[in-house]
């Protein structure tokens, strides 16, 4: 069994780190459910976030799973709340305070801050990646960059 582990205090070299450490682990890993539950397992070790997970596109909408954290929405509609507004836009958002979002789908209340990453396949979007935060302000240029990077091991 692997571990995470983050030798660094500098965000971006901490977001590196576990890119790389990821890239090992799903070096043979040819499942997508696997992967993305790696990923959010990987990202929860190291920076211990609220929530975090994917969203899959299916149909018309998305569905969660696989998650680390309190019950999510089970399915959102395109251009709803953060993550369909994210998969309608094709671009990560980065929302300081969930409560100024228009539209925000309140899947906890302990939730203050949230970035959503779509994660894309042969030029399509095939999924996001929602993390939430319990503080405000928490997510920011740096983690917009790592979490892309990250989401192509997908």
């Known amino acids: 069994m692997e571990h995470i582990t983050i030798t660094t205090s500098s965000k971006k070299e901490q977001y ?3 890119y ?3 890239k ?3 070096e043979n890993e040819s499942d997508q459910i696997a992967r993305m539950a790696t990923i959010c397992a990987a990202i929860y070790e ?3 976030f609220y929530w975090i997970g994917f969203y899959r596109v299916v149909g018309n909408e998305l569905v969660v799973g696989p998650y680390i954290g309190t019950l999510g929405c089970l399915r959102i509609k395109k251009g709803k709340g953060v993550c369909g507004s994210c998969w309608e836009k094709g671009q990560t958002i980065i929302v300081p305070d969930v409560e100024q979002f228009p539209g925000h789908i309140a899947c906890s209340s302990e939730s203050k801050s949230e970035i959503v990453v779509p994660v894309f396949k042969n030029n399509s979007i095939i999924a996001v990646l929602d993390i939430d935060s319990t503080e405000y ?3 920011d240029e740096q983690d ?3 979490l892309e990077k990250i989401v ?3």
């Open 16 to 18: 590196e780190q576990l």
């Open 20 to 22: 790389n450490q990821l």
């Open 24 to 26: 090992y682990i799903l």
């Open 46 to 48: 190291a920076f211990h």
């Open 137 to 139: 302000n928490t997510f």
């Open 144 to 146: 917009k960059l790592g």
């Open 152 to 154: 192509e091991l997908v």
